[in-house]
């Protein structure tokens, strides 16, 4: 059974940082692009960043590239989410996700975890 | 950046019924099209790929249909279990774009 768990959610100040943590199993996680998607409270959902297998390349959104980071460790079957920078708009839960890949730059996403919601508030 | 606009905003339905929902794209993304379905403190679940291709697991009431701009998912009878938001994304290139969802709920 595909399994992704998030961890490391909570309530940071503005400008603070936080760390998400995306353990998975039941599939071999060395082999797939991962991302991380978010949605605000109420709203939509809006991808955030992937990674590739060997986390050699990484996609981010406009409004979160140099402030966030992701990565992985394939030996641990773990993504993560370094956030920095944050502001009160990044308020969401944060999903970690297996991507399909379609073609080069397309993809979409079969197995969801079950969220980690980030606060982001004085 | 592709956007993606999903109509209606909200669609009434009785259960039983048939429920037609609409997703355009702001240019062509061919048949990179994908639907999924939301329920309340949920993640979002893989409903269709491909415009077409339902996924597994996924019961045949669910169809896709379209390519290019226009893109429609149809529910052919509603069941209680299908009232949810339902989102479009394309994946024809970055940023991978999300449609705002439609709200299906019982009338």
């Known amino acids: 059974e595909v399994q992704l768990v998030e961890s490391g959610g909570g309530l940071v100040q503005p400008g603070g940082s936080l760390r998400l943590s995306c353990v998975v199993s039941?599939?071999?996680?060395?082999?797939?692009?991962m991302s991380w998607v978010r949605q605000s409270p109420g709203k939509g959902l809006e991808w955030v960043a992937n990674i590739k297998p060997d986390g050699g390349e990484e996609y981010y959104v406009d409004s979160v590239r140099g402030r966030f980071t992701i990565s992985r460790d394939n030996a641990r079957n773990s993504l993560f989410l370094q956030m920095g920078s944050l502001s009160p708009e990044d308020t969401a839960v944060y999903y970690c996700?297996?991507?399909?890949?379609?073609?080069?730059?397309?993809?979409?996403?079969?197995?969801w975890g079950q969220g980690a919601l980030v606060t982001v508030s004085s | 950046e592709i956007v993606m606009t999903q109509s209606p905003a909200t669609l009434s339905v009785s259960p039983g019924e048939r429920a037609i929902l609409s997703c355009r794209a702001s240019?062509?993304?061919?048949?990179?099209l994908v639907w999924y379905q939301q329920k309340p403190g949920q993640a979002p679940r893989l409903l269709i790929y491909?415009?077409?291709t339902r996924a597994t697991g996924i019961p045949a009431r669910f169809s896709g249909s379209g390519s290019g701009t226009e893109f429609t998912l149809t529910i052919s009878s509603l069941q209680s279990e299908d009232f949810a938001v339902y989102y479009c994304q394309h994946c024809h290139n970055w940023p991978l774009n999300f449609g705002g969802g439609t709200k299906v709920e019982i009338k």
């Open positions: 491909g415009a077409s």
């Open positions: 240019q062509s993304v061919s048949s990179n």
């Open positions: 996700a297996r991507d399909i890949v379609v073609v080069p730059a397309a993809h979409y996403f079969d197995y």
């Open positions: 039941g599939f071999t996680f060395s082999s797939y692009w």
